[in-house]
């Protein structure tokens, strides 16, 4: 008979693509909690790498490359892989579009429901209907909902977020380096670039009350662009805004321009090369709330 295990056993939960429906299962359940540590499930416990554990937990589907090189890397640092759940095992509610003789049998059905194949690429509303209005933002505010339905006349939307941000500019503070984001403690009524926050709000279009400014967080640009480069390139862009960095800072222009291209601002920022068109017509300032 083997001795008995006093050590709690260290395991991890990788979520490929999925719901998070097995995740919230797992923690509905209590019995494990004194019998086995958690070191990873990025559902509950922030966390960039999985360590090395007895036992990892995979749940969802192997949809992107992504999830292919997240498998790969964190099977390497387990002593045991479990597959968790239909999506784990079968791939799910998002394969079935994928399999033949699924779409075999609901095809055969005279009142059909059409199981939808995941396109290759995720694309943008106007790249196949017509739009008449654009609301930019992440999400947009409660008042730019309401001025997109009621479109009231005498409604403006801000320049720039920079206009409704408040913070002070000013010429005799002149960071060297970058700040991190979470780093430092933020002077309230001081403009985040005159800190050392990367705030691209002098580049972004207005309309949502500085709201992440404000309280000292560095605008990301979920507005897109403003005006004055909504018809520009993305190329354009990065010159503007590292002109505003070489104008307020002393930080080396190589670092603003690692810092822009990051993988932080990635989501947000490359919008911008979306309003100018490439395989279709840019997108014009006036439809843009």
């Not at 479109?151 to 409704?164: L, N």
Request: proline share 8%.
């Amino acid at each position: 008979m083997s001795e008995e295990r006093t050590a709690p056993l260290r395991f991890a939960v990788l979520q490929l693509s999925g719901c998070a429906g097995c995740e919230v299962s797992l923690l509905n359940a209590s019995e494990w909690v004194d019998k086995h540590r958690l070191l990873y499930m990025p559902l509950v416990i922030s966390a960039y790498d999985i360590p090395e554990v007895d036992i990892l937990l995979v749940s969802g589907g192997i949809r992107t490359d992504d999830d292919l090189y997240n498998l790969r890397r964190a099977v390497s640092r387990a002593k045991q892989v479990i597959a968790v759940g239909t999506c784990a095992i079968s791939g799910g509610v998002a394969n079935l579009g994928d399999r033949d003789e699924v779409r075999a049998l609901f095809m055969a059905q005279a009142e059909r429901r059409h199981l939808p194949r995941l396109l290759p690429k995720c694309r943008p509303v106007d790249a196949v209907v017509n739009v008449d209005l654009y609301l930019p933002g992440c999400p947009p505010t409660p008042e730019l909902f309401m001025a997109a339905l009621f479109r009231p006349p005498d409604f403006k939307v801000g320049r720039i977020v920079c206009a409704e941000c408040g913070r002070k500019k000013l010429k005799d503070m002149r960071p060297k380096h970058l700040r991190g984001i979470e780093h430092g403690q933020v002077l309230s009524d001081i403009c985040l670039v005159n800190q050392g926050y990367l705030c691209v709000g002098t580049s972004v279009r207005g309309g949502c009350r500085a709201l992440c400014t404000r309280p000292g967080h560095p605008c990301v640009g979920c507005r897109g662009p403003s005006d004055a480069l909504i018809e520009g390139s993305s190329a354009a862009w990065f010159s503007t805004i590292s002109r505003v960095f070489a104008s307020m800072t002393d930080i080396p222009p190589e670092e603003i321009d690692a810092a822009l291209r990051s993988p932080q601002l990635s989501l947000f920022l490359f919008q911008f090369s979306d309003y100018a068109g490439g395989d279709r017509p840019p997108r014009p300032k006036e439809k843009v709330l």
